[in-house]
């Protein structure tokens, strides 16, 4: 897979070079502006640090081994050349670059990376993908020479490939003689990637960084300048992509073709691909959620169609499928005798499956459960002022009345939101898959696998959000982390799948996507449908990395 | 003596409790600011991150409240606010310090400015009260005055900053001008500040106005004022040196609130314009949970007005002797 | 009744008492005045102002003139409920406080300051988060709370002047009660101050519920001006070129908001004896 990805993008170059006839311009700077999450940039540069806690340019600054696509599972190397699982896959080794050097001069070596994984091994609050927690069986990280890292682990686990491949690494000249590497705020980063850190303006909110002159790949970056911006709304960063202001923006318009491409069709692009999903949770752990035939009765009882127009204009990718995997594994990952489920919005249907189970309308409309009591009034929770998940809950709950289940929108601020979602405290809510990454494994993994699920209401539940285990999914996750084999990999994930269609634990409503909207007034080479070689991740990750060593001047 | 020793015992104890209040609220808050972290960011952050998260933040030790209370005073006395959580790994102190001068500049400017032409145009209003002019006036003010803060900025910043691009639109100052305290730096920032202030001004003026007018209105009944103009003083003098002067006593208590609350900034001044100041960095710490950076915020804020009011308490009882007899 | 006569000479208070009245008399009506359901999601969505829709419609497909027509019930209940409950509270605080002093009036003065200095944003953020019903009366709850303290400064100065005054001291003597002075002596003699004040409140009510709701922390799930607002501009009407999705909601939270102002202008005016032509 790994050749093949490599062959794919050899080929796309040749074609992006010889296609155009023309030599590709170098220069111009490529602006950023991020209208969400950043209230305020930090000024650290701690590439360890979570997303936030770090300036947005510290992804360009740099490098990770591999860049795993989500979306499809392509493979770019970075200062990672190739790998390979040996020793049934209780050892990995990863070839690291030659002739690298990071900005200060010293050579980059296989090294460095050893060190890079030690470190927060030694700092856990480093350990922000939690390579090194108890479930994931990665025991020790050595180098051997200079341009190979050995992984070692206690039991098989594959697909933390991914996780591991998204560390950033660190040089070990500079970090080894630092005290306390968690407030460290790195004020002049040292890193191997293609851009170099030039000045930042907390007051303006603006970060510049300047291309690498001696960065390893040949040619790269194409532009001189990055100039980070983030701005305190939404609209404002809109405002600044459609005066020209902005290159590409992390930017969520209700409306992004009327408002944003629309506008001038010639230049201004969107590519929104599908990365997770949105779901209503239904806490398992109450009744009458923890009846399969009570959930799918709620999964048919919502008009999935009218969330995608009414909550997104039909921009978030469309209906989920009832599996929860995105469309871009589709091919590879969906069960083709699933490819045709659908949980279509049909009251009758719904309704029927209520009265299989006992659940029964009173004279008054009010849905009564297999005991004759009227069933209570559900809370469906979202956070407070996100609009697209209120419009949601507005169409479900007004779906609901008619099955004769009451309901009301409970909107809380980010922290108390969360805090329900993890404690188990909630009814319904409105939320996303907890994870993410190459093959639905990951999204299940976070999703259904024991350890990260609360065993009773109150008790945290990491990421597993509805509360729901089963052991067939448990042991079809712990097969697919035993094995390199993809065939084997797919029948593990088929088997979920088959669960998740029979049990309905979750509800899937509609795509979400990332946000990537670009103007081609002054740059092109962005990713697309055509030229997916990132997810149009934010400028503040590996993904958006590769979007600025790719653009150039038109 | 008394009483100045009264009002500052009382400076204290409200202080003290405003503090242990600020303190007791955000902890009672429902979950923990890495429950935030994974909210604000919307999924885009793995939810394994929490564990890390919480060592970072050091709320994985339970320490309890007492201690966390004699910590907090402690932090308090020393001036050491420690790290932001929001902002992490930023100290407190250095995110304070990029965002007060802004917020002081612009709200503390605005606020002096929307005060003086308020009251000047009082004291014509009052003055001038059967003229025409002062009729057409007060109502206009009156509406400027209920008008929706955000609404009238965001229909200011389309405006003139989108549509006819007479003014930037985000930020406070240039970036294409050389560093340093320099001509150009100061004609940027000026420039930048222009629409942000003037929304400001323009929907603050009419409250001052309408105290000073009102105040105006009744000095001028009382009967030294009549006793000046059967002296047959100049009008002029009659108007700003007796009536004005002696009505602009009760308009400075407010005042006084008012330049103690500049530093709590203009949180959507702040977001339509995106301006720095830390009006936004206190709405951010307290949706996020950022318990040092929130209370070194209230702090200040609280100390500020405290202070204000004190001030103003003292500066009355100077002018003003009824008062320190009074049931005071 | 002279001064309800010479209420009525005043242009201002007049203009203040039309425009009020008019958003009593539509939110009494909404239900005969509003063509459509405020919530319904049926129609097209953005269309332009035509006769179906008078004022065109939501990005969800709601009609927007139905929703202020109804929204103006949310708006001026939050506004009238949060001034009444507000210049309760104030009452409440600054008249104990001034009327009977000492300890008493210590330890409220300093309840009264302390509310004064806590920002009342946070706070507001933080009561909401308890707050398990969400709604317009969580927001109504929030307002007041964070907005009575100034008032009842107002109040407490006016309660220690008019102690002293020789009428009241003549009631003290005669051995009247205490809730008897206050509630047939001295309130009354503050009432116009009360009123002005109770305006102040309103106005404060109605745009600290249109802020909230501009930043995301009121419900949008209710139908009031400050939520229309905050979809429009989380639709970027403006920029959809739906002029009248924003301008129609503010324009009324600020008339609404003039005849607020305009009555406690009115109300000083009358009260006032100084105020008054000379």
Known sequence: ?554 | MKYVLKRITFFIVTAWVALTINFILPRMMPGNPAQAMIAKFHGRLNPQAIHALKIAFGIDVQKNLLLQYIDYIKRILTGDFGISLSFFPSPVNQILSYAIPWTLGLVGVSTVIAFSIGTLLGIRTAWRRESTSSGIIIPIFLFLNSMPYFWFALLISYLFAFKLKWFPLVGAYSLNIPKGFNLARIASILYHAILPACTIIITATGGWLLTMRNNMISVLSDDYVAFAQAKGLPDKVIEYKYAARNAILPSFTGFAMALGFVISGALLTEIVFSYPGIGYILYQSVLNLDYPLMQAIFLFIMIAVLTANFIADLFYALLDPRVRTGAE | ?278
Not at chain 1, 23 to 50: E, H
């Open chain 3, 1 to 278: 009744m002279d001064q309800i006569m010479s209420f009525f000479k005043i242009k201002k208070s007049v203009a203040g008492m039309i425009i009020l009245l008019f958003f009593i008399l539509v939110a009494i009506l909404a239900p005969y005045i509003a063509p459509y359901s405020p919530t319904s999601m049926e129609f097209m969505p953005l269309e332009h102002p035509n006769s179906q829709h008078l004022l065109g419609t939501t990005a969800t497909g709601q009609d927007i003139f139905s929703r202020v027509i109804w929204g103006t019930r949310l708006s001026l209940s939050v506004g009238i409920i949060t001034g009444l409950i507000t210049i309760a509270l104030s009452i409440m605080m600054g008249i104990t406080a001034g009327y009977f002093g000492g300890i008493t009036d210590g330890i409220l003065s300093m309840i009264t300051n302390i509310f004064l200095v806590i920002p009342g944003l946070p706070l507001m953020i933080i009561i909401a988060a308890y707050i398990t019903v969400k709604g317009v009366m969580t927001i109504i709850i929030v307002i007041s709370i964070t907005g009575w303290a100034w008032g009842a400064r107002v109040l407490r100065s006016q309660a220690m002047t008019l102690k002293s005054r020789d009428f009241i001291k003549a009631s003290v003597i005669v051995g009247e009660k205490s809730s008897h002075v206050i509630f047939s002596d001295i309130l009354p003699n503050m009432l116009s101050l009360i009123v002005a004040e109770f305006f102040g409140s309103a106005l404060y009510a109605v745009l600290s519920e249109a802020g909230l709701e501009f930043l995301g922390l009121g419900d949008a799930n209710a139908v009031t001006w400050g939520t229309i607002l905050y979809w429009a501009q989380n639709n970027q009407a403006i920029l959809l070129g739906q002029w009248q999705w924003i301008a129609v909601p503010g324009l009324c939270i600020a008339l609404l908001g003039t005849s607020f102002a305009l009555l406690n202008f009115a109300v000083d005016e009358l009260t006032n004896p100084k105020l008054r032509r000379r």
């Open chain 1, 1 to 554: 897979m790994k050749k093949l990805a490599l062959l794919v993008l050899v080929f796309s170059l040749i074609f992006v070079i010889l296609g155009l006839g023309e030599p590709i311009k170098y220069g111009g700077t490529l602006r950023f502006i991020g209208g969400g999450g950043w209230a305020q940039f930090p000024d650290s540069m701690n590439p360890l640090l979570p997303e936030g806690g770090f300036s947005p340019v510290v992804a360009e600054i740099y490098e990770v081994l591999f860049y795993v696509n989500p979306l499809n599972g392509n493979i770019t190397d970075l200062l990672g050349t190739s790998y390979e699982w040996k020793n049934n896959n209780l050892e990995l080794d990863i070839n690291t670059r030659e002739g690298v050097k990071w900005s200060d001069g010293t050579p980059f070596t296989a090294r460095d990376v050893a060190f890079t994984f030690n470190y927060i091994k030694k700092y856990p609050a480093l350990d922000q993908l939690a390579v090194w927690s108890s479930t994931s069986g990665l025991e020790s990280v050595e180098a051997n020479g200079d341009n190979i890292v050995v992984f070692k682990f206690s039991k098989p686990n594959t697909p933390l490939f991914y996780y591991l491949s998204n560390i950033p690494i660190i040089p070990e000249h500079i970090w080894s003689t630092i005290k306390n590497p968690v407030t460290f705020k790195n004020e002049n980063p040292v890193g191997t990637g293609p851009f170099l850190f030039k000045s930042s303006s907390p007051q303006n909110n603006v970060i510049l960084a300047v291309k690498n002159p001696d960065y390893w790949r040949k040619g790269r970056p194409y532009v001189d300048k990055l100039e980070i911006r983030a701005v305190k709304s939404n609209t404002t960063s809109l405002l600044m992509l459609l005066r020209h202001d902005a290159d590409w923006g992390d930017c969520t318009p209700a409306d992004p073709k009327k408002l944003w491409v629309d506008k001038d069709p010639e230049l201004n692009k969107m590519w929104w691909p599908v990365n997770n999903a949105n779901i209503l949770y239904l806490n398992t752990q109450k009744t009458p959620f923890d009846i399969p035939e009570f959930r799918k009765a709620v999964a048919l009882a919502i008009d999935k169609e009218s969330l995608v127009e009414k909550a997104y204009h039909g921009s978030c990718g469309g209906v989920a499928h009832p599996t929860g995997i995105i469309p871009s594994q589709q091919n590879e990952w969906l069960d083709p005798l699933l490819k045709d489920v659908n949980l279509r919005y049909s009251p009758q249907k719904a309704q029927e499956l209520l009265t299989s189970i006992g659940f029964k309308k009173n004279s008054r409309g009010e849905l009564m459960d297999s005991d004759g009591k009227v069933l209570p009034t559900y809370k469906i929770l979202v956070g407070a002022g996100w609009t697209d998940y209120i419009t949601m809950a507005q169409i479900i709950s007004k779906n609901l009345e008619n099955l004769g289940i009451k309901t009301v929108i409970d909107q809380e601020a980010g922290s108390t939101y969360m805090s329900s979602i993890m404690s188990g405290t909630y009814d319904m809510a409105i939320c996303w898959w907890a994870g993410e990454g190459p093959s639905p494994y990951y999204y299940y993994y976070q999703g259904f696998y024991p350890p990260f699920s609360g065993s009773k209401i109150g008790e945290t539940s990491l990421s597993d959000y509805a509360r729901y285990t089963n052991p067939i999914i448990t042991a079809a996750l712990e097969t697919f982390s035993k094995t390199s084999d993809i065939h084997l990999q797919k029948q593990a994930i088929y088997a979920i799948e088959r669960i998740i269609v029979e049990d309905t634990p979750l509800v899937f409503l509609t795509n979400r996507t990332h946000f990537g909207c670009f103007s081609e007034a002054y740059l092109v080479g962005w990713p697309s449908d055509s030229n997916p070689y990132c997810a149009a991740e934010v400028i503040d990750s590996p993904g958006g990395a590769m979007i600025t060593v790719n653009v150039h001047l038109k």
